[in-house]
T-cell receptor, first 116, second 114 residues
Framework: AQSVTQPDIHITVSEGASLELRCNYSYGATPYLFWYVQSPGQGLQLLLK??????LVQGIKGFEAEFKRSQSSFNLRKPSVHWSDAAEYFCAVGASRGGGADGLTFGKGTHLIIQP | DTGVSQDPRHKITKRGQNVTFRCDPI?????LYWYRQTLGQGPEFLTYFQNEAQLEKSRLLSDRFSAERPKGSFSTLEIQRTEQGDSAMYLCACKTERLTDTQYFGPGTRLTVL
């Protein structure tokens, strides 16, 4: 069975500073990886996804993530955060593209706080 | 707005009552998923439909939980004899058959069991 670990429950970053959110996964085959963001009162919004190919993927809102098979990681990065980036971020792994029959397995999330 | 709607957005009920939630997916998205999200946790997969067929239901939390998608369009999730531990956000998601598509999530229904 797959699993996802997000080691940081909370992260505080100053506005304009760079950001890296960590995600480690466990899965016996090629993983399909996702980052979602959830703002208060909002649904989950997809930031980016990795299925295959280039291990550095670009997403919306200036986010990118790098798949590192050797480290079983899929860390999310942004060079300069904005106050509007404050939200909950979830890493997820799928057993097949788009989740398939098993749905997605999510990490517990990282709560991002932006300091002015 | 992802185009996935859920109703109601909030539900407060007393322990022991039955509740039903509805999800209206994006039209032509034939795959539909239900998740539960408790406070401080990520969403937890519950069940999955392809059109009207429920292809995965072993993850439903107990036999008090059931889901339907009778015509392959909207879906309902029912919880019978609610317990305080059922208090959570219930999320619906949908996707197409396309390989590169992803799951689009609704805003969720927040259930509070008193």
């Amino acid at each position: 069975a797959q699993s996802v670990t997000q080691p940081d429950i909370h992260i505080t970053v100053s506005e304009g500073a760079s950001l890296e959110l960590r995600c480690n996964y466990s899965y016996g085959a090629t993983p399909y990886l996702f980052w979602y963001v959830q703002s208060p009162g909002q649904g989950l919004q997809l930031l980016l996804k990795y299925f295959s190919g280039d291990t550095l993927v670009q997403g919306i809102k200036g986010f990118e993530a790098e798949f590192k098979r050797s480290q079983s990681s899929f860390n999310l990065r942004k060079p300069s955060v904005h106050w509007s980036d404050a939200a909950e971020y979830f890493c997820a792994v799928g057993a097949s593209r788009g989740g398939g029959a098993d749905g997605l397995t999510f990490g517990k999330g990282t709560h991002l706080i932006i300091q002015p | 707005d992802t185009g996935v709607s859920q109703d109601p957005r909030h539900k407060i009920t007393k322990r022991g009552q039955n509740v039903t939630f509805r999800c209206d997916p994006i039209s032509e998205h034939n795959r539909l998923y239900w998740y539960r999200q408790t406070l401080g946790q990520g969403p937890e997969f519950l069940t999955y439909f392809q059109n009207e067929a429920q292809l995965e239901k072993s993850r439903l939390l107990s036999d008090r939980f059931s889901a339907e998608r009778p015509k392959g369009s909207f879906s309902t999730l029912e919880i019978q004899r609610t317990e305080q531990g059922d208090s959570a956000m219930y999320l619906c998601a949908c996707k197409t058959e396309r390989l590169t598509d992803t799951q689009y999530f609704g805003p969720g229904t927040r259930l509070t069991v008193l």
